[in-house]
């Protein structure tokens, strides 16, 4: 894939970041190509993290395609292990928004990303949580991928967001696909669903996985550069 000749002038970067501050730190890995075309915030979906070897693919697949990448816990260490035992966050939509949103913040002011356009990648209910945050009024991201997400969980944030939004389900990821068809018709952004014939929900089967990140990095390259908008 050609980086778009658009991208902007970064020394390449790579490794371990923290985000937020000595009340509420979250961990990150920051991996920034030379010229980056723009920064993709990685929002995992529940019980998984920074760690997550299907995120890492997909995440070195967009580096390769031109992209700096942020991968990062939502929870801090404290909020995991009582997540293990509770389970009471994973589907706290708001406050998985609120973490994104922290750290993208936090890379508008980091001089090794503050050039750079911002896009979001949400696996499961990090998907939701992604929607939510692009919807703010104030929020300037420049595009959304959700991977066998559960962008229903957006609700009324739907219809607001505007940057351009790309759904990939696993045609055989069964109760997950009405749930996006369903989102999809409320989105009033450039939007697009992207089913991936026989994959299920954690895209498995050889040669699914792929498919996402050749589809996601392509989405990004396409519309991080520009600025997205609200069809007429």
């Avoid at 699914?208 to 997205?228: I, K, N, Q, S």
Wanted: one cysteine or more.
């Amino acid at each position: 894939m050609e980086h778009p000749a658009t991208s902007h002038s970064t020394r390449p970067w790579a490794g371990e970041v923290g985000i937020g501050s000595d009340r509420l730190h979250l961990a990150g890995t920051l991996t920034v190509p030379a010229s980056a075309a723009g920064l993709v915030l990685f929002a995992h979906g529940s019980g998984s993290s920074r760690h997550s070897p299907r995120n890492r693919r997909v995440a070195e697949t967009m580096q390769r395609a031109g992209l700096a990448t942020l991968l990062f816990d939502l929870l801090t260490k404290a909020e995991e292990r009582d997540e293990e035992f509770t389970g009471h966050l994973r589907f706290d939509i708001g406050l998985l928004a609120s973490r994104l949103r922290l750290a993208t913040a936090w890379a508008g002011r980091d001089e090794r990303t503050a050039a750079l356009r911002v896009g979001y990648f949400g696996a499961s209910t990090g998907a939701a949580a992604a929607l939510v945050a692009a919807a703010d009024e104030e929020a300037d991201v420049g595009a959304v991928v959700s991977r066998g997400g559960r962008p229903d969980l957006a609700g009324d944030a739907l219809p607001r967001v505007q940057a351009p939004t790309l759904l990939i389900v696993g045609g055989a990821d069964e109760g997950v696909v009405p749930l996006n068809e369903e989102a999809l018709a409320r989105l009033r952004c450039t939007k697009r669903l992207e089913i991936v014939p026989g994959a299920t929900h954690l895209f498995e089967e050889p040669g699914a996985l792929d498919r996402v990140a050749d589809l996601a990095a392509r989405w990004f390259v396409e519309h991080l550069p520009d600025r997205g908008g609200i069809h007429d």
